[in-house]
């Protein structure tokens, strides 16, 4: 059968999510900082109008801060996972199945469902529930690999006339799309491989579609002829449970039957921790903030639903599989019910850091795994056995460590004492 | 370790770790045996059930003001607000204008007008050029009561 993938991404994700209690800036430039307001890590579109680049420093645009009377905010990841939750919670609803890719970006498994219903008018009908119901407008892009749907989401952004949702199903349409698509706008094909692919005269992503597959296999890699096979429509990449991102990692599965016993759902919970600590650590970055969601099937009718996520923030970046795990035992033990069937399980990890250098150098000899857990056991063990007290130099020596942030909007959805006034 | 949470995230068991879940059906405690009609309570009333109908589309406000008085409605009260109803002639709405967040009765006909339900307050008239937008429509008060 014909693969069809759907990718759902929202539009402007964490600046969308700071107005949508504040229609005072429905048309100020907003910008959302990163860990201790150091740069923009998200734009609104009046801030992407006014030039305002990704990952620019704070104090770099202070100027036009001041000028364009730009909003900046800290990240307030309470908000975010929790509109995020609500957005792949409906995706999960409508499609049958769900990768969820990032914070803000999901893939729908489509296939089979245009016998059912016109692919445009479901990715529309999808599009119109998320924007209706938790006020965040996504785009879809519709095609048969993940790649090209991809370049259709791309496509539902960059067009208004599209309406934000993009059916890539046609070749036709395929080839007229990847003939205006620069080849550094594929998705995988980095900026130091787009260098060499235009040297070579590889300019379009049509111009790699209709490169030699082989040829690319072995001038570059297999991921990249994995690419050039996805572009002419034959599905390499599978919809995935697991998968790392620069700014966040998920690890989530829907159950193979219902799960009822809490013991169960605890060891499912503390095995996508330990999969998402490793993925972590695959990427070398450390994480501050972590999320667990657990949700019953919105698929059978009549049966009582639960969806509950709750989000943590650690004193201290970690990728101990052990602080991880701790920290997830008790957001679980706070967010679980009895009583309900559960169908899904999931781990959130956000916040990232790169790794201390003074931790690598007295530490982290080497970026061997095993030895910086023996040595964090050892650690453990001088702690416990109560004649000593070693800790990292990170943590600082005040107990209390804070980060900056200056701009933090109120956890409109997350806490009592934040609520949204209305007059 | 030190763990601060972020927050619960409110869809849809609104009301968590402190919920009050009334048996439907509770049998007495005899104690050293497991009661026989245990097997009978078969659910507990949750509030989130009776007012939450679109957890994923549900959020909660705060009153500030009293133009709502006449419709039970007063400052500190918490609105329960669904973003998934289109608002229609007479309903409650938590409306977008001025760069405000309010809420108002919504009137449709004759005229476009958000209607403020007390006498001191004038109607907001919704013209051509307002940008007007219904955020979601109300649909619970919660009111706590302090204790003296």
């Known amino acids: ?423 | 370790m030190r763990v601060t949470y972020l927050g619960v995230t409110e869809s849809p068991s609104f009301i968590t770790p402190n919920s009050v879940r009334i048996p439907l059906y509770a049998e007495g405690v005899s104690a050293g045996f497991p009661s026989p009609a245990q097997d009978f309570v078969e659910r507990t009333l949750d509030l989130n059930e009776f007012c939450v109908s679109h957890p994923t589309a549900s959020f909660f406000v705060r009153v500030q003001g009293d133009s709502m008085m006449d419709a039970g409605i007063f400052t500190g009260d918490v609105l329960l607000v669904d973003k998934s109803l289109t608002a229609r002639h007479g309903d409650i709405v938590i409306a977008c204008i001025h760069g405000e967040m309010t809420v108002k009765t919504l009137e449709l006909h004759p005229n476009v007008l958000l209607q403020p339900r007390n006498r001191a307050y004038k109607a907001i008239v919704i013209t051509e050029e307002s940008e007007l937008e219904i955020f979601g429509v109300v649909t619970s008060v919660i009111r706590k009561y302090e204790r003296g």
């Not at chain 1, 994700?13 to 907003?30: G, I, Q, T, W």
């Open chain 1, 1 to 423: 059968m014909q693969t069809v993938f759907a990718l759902a991404d929202c539009n402007n994700f964490y600046a969308s999510c700071e107005k949508l209690f504040r229609p005072d800036l429905k048309h100020v430039p907003v910008v959302v900082l990163s860990n201790n307001d150091g740069c923009v890590v998200a734009r609104s579109k009046e801030a992407k109008a006014l030039g305002i680049k990704m990952g620019v420093p704070l104090f770099q645009i202070k100027d036009q801060i001041q000028q364009h009377g730009i909003v900046c905010f800290s990240s307030n990841y309470a908000l975010y996972a929790d509109l995020s939750n609500r957005v792949m919670t409906i995706l999960e609803e409508e499609a049958p199945r769900v990768e969820v890719y990032s914070i803000d970006e999901a893939f729908m498994d489509l296939t089979g469902v245009s016998h059912a219903v016109d692919l445009l008018t479901f990715g529309q009908q999808v599009k119109a529930k998320v924007d209706k119901w938790t006020g965040i407008t996504i785009g879809v892009g519709i095609a048969p690999t993940k790649t090209l749907a991809k370049l259709a989401n791309h496509a539902a952004k960059k067009y208004p006339a599209t309406g934000g949702v993009v059916d890539l199903m046609s070749p036709d349409r395929q080839k007229r799309l990847l003939a205006l698509v620069d080849v550094g706008d594929v998705w995988g094909v980095g900026r130091r491989i787009s260098t060499r692919l235009k040297e070579q005269g590889i300019h379009t992503a049509l111009d790699l579609a209709r490169a030699n597959p082989k040829a690319i296999r072995s001038e570059y890699s297999v991921v990249l002829e994995r690419t050039v096979r996805e572009l002419n429509g034959t599905s390499c990449l599978e919809l995935e449970t697991v998968r790392p991102t620069k700014q966040q990692i998920v690890c989530s599965r829907s159950f193979g039957h219902k799960v009822t016993d809490k013991q169960e759902l605890r060891e499912a919970v503390a095995k996508y921790t330990t999969r998402a600590a490793e993925k972590l650590r695959g990427e070398q970055r450390l994480c501050r903030v972590v999320t667990v969601f657990i949700r019953t099937s919105p698929f059978i009718p009549g049966e009582p639903q639960c969806s509950k996520a709750l989000s943590a923030e650690l004193p201290n970046p970690t990728d101990d599989t052990r602080d991880l795990l701790e920290v997830t035992n008790v957001i679980f033990q706070q967010i679980y019910r009895a009583g309900f069937r559960y169908a899904k399980a999931g781990v959130m990890l956000a916040d990232f850091y790169e790794q201390g250098t003074f931790q690598e150098d007295l530490f982290r000899p080497s970026t061997n795994r095993t030895q910086s857990k023996a040595l964090m056991s050892v650690v453990d063990k001088i702690n416990h056995s109560g004649l000593g007290n070693v800790f990292f130099a990170s943590q600082g020596t005040s107990p209390t460590w804070s980060m900056k942030r200056e701009h933090l909007s109120p956890a409109y959805t997350t806490r009592w004492g934040d609520l949204r006034g209305v007059l």
